[in-house]
């Protein structure tokens, strides 16, 4: 009985995030309100202010919710594994109104007054962890420290999809996850890694359209 | 008499776009009024709109201001000049406000109903341009494209700006541009240029500095 009504809370704390992540994705911060939220949830206010304090609270639940939407269901390892998630990162937010909430609210959070830095340091853990792996498997050069460039990628990968909102609605975010990892690459892998790494837009496929159900093939 | 207007004109526009810098700086694009931006420029509201059609126009002309605030008063060239560009960049975002309120107008602009990417490509032209002069030089490893390469400093100095800001409200900002640096020039500069190229902060310092005058030595 317990352990069923704690499931429910949780659904029920999933759904709120998700329809916050959609008002805020269209909407911003500033441009969403409690009540936009509560009526696409299909939820009261006494459900909300349960689980959330404030609009504030609810935002920094969205902004961290970021790099779980991204679920590594790879067989890849190491650098290949992180190249695969910054295709389909790039790929997902084009589409994904939580990944794509997250990330429009955690460039915005100076005009609600909020400076939290840990969407970033998440991304940066998932990145680090792939980092070290590759590092354990001889993959990358000497004197590269896995959490230096796990910091530089985010920082790339944070800037390439503002300058790709601004100039193309994100249209061109893969093919500037292609340029970086081909600019990048030779300088921190091993020749026989960077020959092997596959970089190419269509590995985020399988996930990346993993909603729709597969077509027959003709 | 005719250019002497001229110039009172541009000077009048140059004290706006200062003006309107400093109080977007401090409360963002929707905080800032218009009387407020008057108040600090000392001027009348006709003054304001015989330059500037609206708020969100003044905003377009600080955020496009960026590049201009960096002259490259530098003897270096080619890859040295764009290490140098990037250190003074991230010294004076610790403190110039028309240079801070357009790195944070560039990153609001979807509240306001803006999209421009300008601020973007001006910055990458700026790099175009000393990375031509590198590659003329024969400073880049072959296959290496000046604008390819351009595009992603923007993109990586774009995010690591908004990653410090979170994080250290821009104190470890030189820091993060040193290790993109180190990780990145091994795989595009040719190895004797990797050897020789300075990537230091206190290379920022004499024009970082520049606005205060030279103290006497002790």
Same mark, same amino acid.
């Given at each position: 009985m317990g352990s069923a009504r704690q499931e429910r809370a949780i659904l029920t704390r999933k759904a709120l995030i998700r329809a916050a992540a959609e008002v805020f994705d269209e909407s911003g911060f500033a441009g969403a309100s409690i009540s936009r939220i509560l009526q696409r949830a299909g939820m009261t206010a006494g459900a909300l202010y349960f689980h959330f304090s404030s609009k504030e609270d609810l935002a920094k639940a969205v902004m961290n919710a970021q790099p779980g939407t991204?679920? =590594? *269901? *790879?067989d890849s390892e190491g650098l290949q594994q992180l190249v695969d998630i910054t295709l389909i990162w790039a790929r997902r937010l084009q589409t994904d109104p939580l990944l794509r909430a997250g990330v429009r609210l955690t460039g915005e959070q100076e005009t609600f007054g909020m400076r939290d830095s840990t969407p970033y340091q998440e991304w940066s853990q998932v990145m680090e962890e792939c980092l070290r792996v590759a590092q354990h498997k001889g993959e990358l050069q000497a004197g590269v420290e896995p959490w230096e460039l796990a910091e530089l990628l985010v920082e790339s990968c944070t800037g390439m999809q503002m300058y790709a909102a601004a100039k193309s609605c994100r249209a061109d975010l893969p093919d500037r996850v292609v340029r970086m990892w081909r600019l990048l690459l030779p300088g921190v892998a091993v020749p026989a890694v960077v020959a092997r790494t596959e970089v190419n =837009?269509?590995?985020?496929?399988p996930i990346g359209e993993a909603v729709a159900p597969a077509g027959p093939s003709d």
């Open positions: 991204i679920v =590594p *269901l *790879l =837009p269509t590995r985020a496929m």
